[in-house]
């Protein structure tokens, strides 16, 4: 007997309380061990327009729905007894007339009342962007036939709540339709292949070989959306490339989900060896958490899994031996006494700067190759004169590091790209907008040029903890290997909506590449986001803890699927006293990175807070300004699309220039 779980089983199942989940794993593990045991009374579904379909019981009140056909069961839904009847009661299992693959299809006669409804109140004959579309087009992009009509007749206020109804292809072909996009037809069978392997039909539902799967598949509420691909995810995840590849794409719409399944697809080849990593432990631990679950245990055995900067302390050891890092703190030092050495009067953080992002960064071991290397990332213009100058204190620092026997990381990086080839067929790179200069040297200059050895997944507009540069200077050239994912599974459609306002539509690399971040749409629709000013920020506390102490109770969010984001320690320190018994996140925003919540809550957005005063007033010129402001709002746009379902966003009058336009609309 072959099962399976489909991916409206974790819908479903991520609605529940900790408790039922609880039971209901049990259940599906009773289920799957002896699907004829008598604890769960299964019954058939007498009213349902599919006759395949039979419940079975977790407790007094919750029952899971399970399709039986032909010696293959699917958990399809689970809920509450009068909601698992009806689900079933709505919805049939069939294979698609054009393209082939299996979908739930909802019966069409649900959305009528809602679409009457829209009418009503609109009280006037609305656009339709698919009026015109023939019935071949639609059942290209995988639209059901008896939902054709419907379809057609979508407007603006409909095409959302009926998008949310459909498959997921149709769903996504219809949302880019109706904003102007040319939707990509969906895979079509061959004639005589089973329904089960079609590409659509497998990313919602997944086969389970055994008991220890489905345990696998129900402890991890994210892989709803990290087991079942998007073609467009798994065209990245199957496609072979001659040089480095990347996938980029806003926030939620899976990148570090291809990347995962890329490394586990890679490691499937005997033999190979295959680095995933990022730019930081917490994100490597993230990532060592989630790979099981996409990959086999023989290609699990080939997968490295460690942060950028740890690997290379640790490679970098064993090819010369310990060394010790010198701290921040210490080379500012060794600067300014260079500095004071040669007499010359120069701003400290500008002198960490320099050596920082340039000579350290680039390798820059000459005076020569300093007065001639272009202003990487810089944007100020230099007199020849002026780096003369600067390079005897560089040069002072670089030979007072080897007499006090310490390195910088760039050097450990640097010494190893020179060392001979990393241990690594393939490397791939998640969150790669905050990769460094000398990494991304070290990763061009060691696997650049084998098949398949280098693949980045990211997004510029997150990156909130490494200065811009131009990676061709570094080696790498993206051109014709990058595609950008345009589907968010993590947000929803408002949340999604109102954070993109952040960010401008087009946003442009160091070296010059742009990156569009219009048609975008969200696979699920949510609650408007609340933005909020305040006179006192004892009011905002105050109505912020409301909303929080709502959303665990009306809406039922567990404590550990909402966080309060902050901009500094003292607010974090202030909201953790209040909220303490409530038992929820409350972190720093910059902590909040690679996480994702039910319900987010943002405080203290105050003009001076964010964009960080500080920061402003330690620029020395308009292009530091400028990055200073692009990293702030980037690192907002990073808080707020940490959410799912819920957001919250509020400041003390005067509130921060990101705030108010939120609150201007």
């Known amino acids: 007997m072959t099962h399976r779980i489909a991916d409206t089983f974790y819908d479903a199942l991520a609605k529940l309380t900790q408790q039922e989940q609880k039971q209901v794993k049990t259940a599906a593990f009773d289920f799957q061990m002896d699907p004829s045991l008598p604890g769960l009374s299964m019954h058939r579904v007498d009213r349902a327009r599919d006759p395949n379909f039979w419940t079975a019981r977790v407790n007094r009140d919750i029952r899971m729905v399970i399709h039986k056909k032909d010696g293959q069961t ?11 009847y009806r689900w079933a009661e709505t919805r049939r299992i069939e294979s698609h007339p054009r393209t082939g693959s299996i979908q739930i299809v909802e019966a069409r006669e649900t959305i009528e009342e809602v679409v009457v409804q829209r009418y009503v109140e609109k009280a006037v004959e609305l656009p339709r962007p698919l009026a015109a579309k023939d019935d071949d087009t639609l059942l290209s992009w995988g639209v059901p036939l008896d939902w054709l009509d419907t379809v057609r007749d979508v407007t603006e206020d409909t095409v959302l709540d009926i998008a949310g109804r459909l498959p997921t292809e149709a769903a996504n072909a219809i949302l880019s339709a109706a904003v102007g996009e040319t939707p990509v037809p969906a895979v079509v069978s061959v004639e005589g292949a089973d329904p089960w392997t079609h590409p659509d039909t497998m990313r919602r539902f997944r086969v389970l070989e055994n008991v220890e799967e489905l345990q696998a598949a129900l402890d991890a509420p994210w892989e709803k959306w990290a087991v079942f691909l998007h073609p467009a995810q798994q065209e990245y995840v199957d496609r072979d490339f001659n040089g ?51 990959a086999s245990s023989d290609a699990l055995d080939r997968i490295v899994v460690e942060a950028l900067p740890v690997l290379i302390a640790r490679l970098h050891r064993e090819t010369f031996g310990d060394s010790e890092i010198v701290d921040e703190t210490s080379l500012r030092h060794f600067l300014v006494e260079a500095a004071s050495e040669q007499e010359m009067q120069v701003d400290p953080d500008f002198l960490f700067d320099e050596w920082s992002l340039v000579v350290d960064a680039w390798d820059i071991s000459t005076q020569e190759a300093y007065r001639d ?18 390079w005897q204190v560089f040069e002072s620092v670089r030979e007072r590091l080897v007499r006090e026997l310490v390195k910088t990381e760039a050097q450990l990086a640097h010494e190893l790209s020179e060392s001979g080839a990393l241990p690594f067929d393939h490397v791939l790179i998640d969150e790669a907008q905050d990769i460094s200069v000398a990494e991304l040297k070290l990763l061009g200059r060691q696997v650049g040029d084998k098949p398949n050895g280098l693949f980045f997944a990211g ?13 061709t200077a570094a080696g790498i050239e993206l051109r014709g290997r990058s595609r950008s994912l345009k589907v968010n599974y993590r947000t929803s459609h408002q949340i999604r909506c109102q954070s993109d306002r952040l960010l401008p539509e ?32 004892d009011a905002e506390l105050e109505a912020l803890v409301e909303w929080v102490r709502d959303r665990l109770t009306t809406d039922g969010v567990p404590p550990s699927e909402l966080a309060v984001l902050l901009r500094n320690e003292v607010e974090v320190e202030r909201y953790a006293e209040v909220l303490s018994v409530e038992n929820v996140q409350i972190i720093l925003m910059h902590d909040a990175k690679g996480a994702e919540y039910r319900a987010v809550a943002i405080g203290g957005l105050n003009d001076g807070t964010l964009p960080d005063e500080m920061r402003l007033l330690a620029a020395k010129d308009e292009a530091q300004l400028d990055e200073v402001m692009n990293t702030e709002r980037h690192l907002l746009y990073v808080a707020a699309t940490r959410a799912r379902d819920h957001l919250w966003m509020s400041g003390v009058a005067p509130v921060s220039e990101f705030l108010v336009d939120l609150l201007e609309e």
């Open 74 to 84: 699917l958990l399809a839904w689970v809920g509450h007894h009068d909601s698992a």
């Open 244 to 294: 480095p590849a990347r996938v980029i794409g806003s926030a939620g719409t899976g990148k570090t989900v291809v990347a995962l399944h890329r490394a586990a697809r890679l490691a499937e080849n005997p033999g190979v060896k295959v680095l995933l990593t990022t730019f930081n432990r917490k994100l490597a631990d993230n990532l060592r958490e989630k790979i099981p679950q996409v």
């Open 373 to 390: 290397l272009p202003r990487l990332g810089r944007k100020v213009r230099m007199a020849a004169s002026r780096r003369d100058a600067l």
């Open 459 to 471: 997004d510029i507009g997150q990156r909130i903890f490494r200065a811009p540069f131009p990676w």
């Open 506 to 537: 087009t946003l442009v690399e160091a070296d010059g590449n742009e990156e569009s971040r219009t048609g975008v749409t969200s696979v699920f629709d949510g609650p408007v986001p609340t933005f909020r000013a305040f006179e006192t920020s």
